[in-house]
């Protein structure tokens, strides 16, 4: 049984301010995240050794942000993006190579405090594999002032106008400050493939399975087309290609909670779309730390540059924006603050994504994090429904 716990976003690189806040938010709804977690707080010896074809890493990425793994950690650059990664060799040796991924976006999983991926790569020793794990590229991108100052100005005419959303050219500022010239934080399918490619020619590994939690199902996606023989087993899978409509209303109408004190407006309704998607008890945070949790931002209204990542894979790989985002809607409504804080993918075409020939998914009934909507991208899998277990903690398929 394989165990995983949930990891933290970590703050960007160049950005202290974010720091005392985001390091002490629990992870929300959006980054649909689990990383492997192990029982307990020493490391288990592992019997696989660092990469020989380790990259060069002259401005130390995998120093920060911190991972406990920098014996592991290497950098490859990809699309003029530079991705931080893990390869756990196995013994004996083999090409045959596992890409575990513990989901996202807009999270750090080779810094997550509790990520364990020793057991992971001590499971997959035992099959004949090694282990990959990929971190997004914002983690170690810059944050570049005007794609920072666009994004303050989103969140703040969002609280300005909610119900309504932020206006039109707001929206564009912020895809153009952040999406197009803040580049080197976004990932898109292309980039994905092109950072896999790269890492296999260099550390001559060979991809034949990706294994995971939720947004795995994406990143299986990203691949598909170009590697439809890979074998992916994913529990808690993001429904990817699903419409985004469907998808925020089901997690609006997740449940109930009672009535909470807070300013009022677009923070009471992110908090209380924070308490549906996480389960998180409005006892366990107050709503203001909650609503924050929900838009990854600080006391100051800064966002970080963890959402610049979030939106450019949340934005691609659903479909349908236009009948979540161009709804009228009114304040007390969880639904509604969902729609404000993805009105940036106004606009946003989806990308065309395909998954391998078999997939093995394990669908928890009633998941708040990630509910099941099924797609045309995901018709072909075969799905195990799990009545009862919480998000992150379902095992993975094994999926032979």
């Keep these: 049984m394989r165990r995983r716990g949930r990891s933290l976003p970590e703050r960007p690189r160049r950005s202290p301010a974010l720091a005392s806040v985001l390091a ?3 992870l929300s709804l959006v980054s649909c995240t689990s ?15 660092p990469s020989p074809g380790a990259a060069t890493d002259p401005d130390a990425a995998c120093a920060y942000p911190p991972t406990r793994y920098e014996q592991w950690c290497h950098t490859v650059t990809a699309s003029n ?3 931080r990664y893990l390869l756990f060799r196995s013994t004996p040796a083999t090409p045959n190579t ?38 997004e590229p914002w983690v170690v991108a810059p944050y570049e002032s005007r794609c920072r100052s666009a994004m303050a100005s989103f969140y703040r005419e969002s609280i300005q106008r909610y119900p309504h959303l932020a206006s039109a050219r707001t929206v564009a500022a912020t895809r153009q400050n952040c999406l197009v010239e803040n580049d080197s934080a976004v990932l898109t399918a292309e980039d994905y493939r092109a950072a896999v490619d790269k890492i296999e020619h260099a550390e001559k590994v060979s991809v034949a399975r990706l294994e995971g939690y939720s947004f795995a199902s994406v990143r299986a996606a990203y691949l598909g087309s170009v590697r439809p023989h890979m074998v992916v087993a994913v529990s808690s899978p993001f ?14 109408a997740n449940g109930s909670v009672p009535d909470i004190t807070a300013s009022g407006g677009l923070t009471a309704d992110s908090a209380v779309a924070y308490y549906l998607s996480t389960g998180t008890p409005p006892g366990g945070m107050d709503a203001v730390t909650a609503a924050r949790a929900l838009w990854q931002v600080n006391s100051e209204g800064d966002m970080s540059l963890s959402r610049v990542g979030y939106y450019s894979e949340i934005c691609s790989v659903f479909t349908r924006w236009p009948n979540l ?7 007390g409504s969880a639904v509604a603050a969902l729609a404000a804080l993805h009105a940036p993918c106004a606009g946003e075409q989806p990308t065309i994504l395909k998954l391998p020939r078999k ?3 394990a669908v928890l009934q009633h998941d708040p994090n990630s509910p099941w909507v099924p797609s045309p991208v995901t ?17 993975i398929p094994a999926c032979p």
């Design 359 to 361: 997939i093995c998914f």
């Design 239 to 252: 429904p990817v290609g699903a419409s985004a409509a469907d998808f925020y209303s089901t997690v609006g």
């Design 81 to 83: 993006k530079k991705f």
């Design 325 to 331: 985002l161009g709804a009228v809607r009114k304040a």
């Design 35 to 49: 990383t492997a977690a192990t029982s307990s707080t020493t490391p288990s010896p592992v019997s696989v050794g």
């Design 98 to 135: 596992m890409i575990f991924d513990g989901g996202g976006p807009g999270v750090s999983n080779l810094s997550g405090i509790t990520a364990g991926f020793e057991e992971v790569a001590k499971d997959a020793q035992t099959r004949g594999y090694n282990v990959l794990v990929i971190d």
């Design 379 to 395: 018709r072909r899998a075969h799905i195990n429904i799990v009545a009862n277990g919480q998000h992150g903690k379902v095992a």
């Design 24 to 26: 002490g938010l629990a």
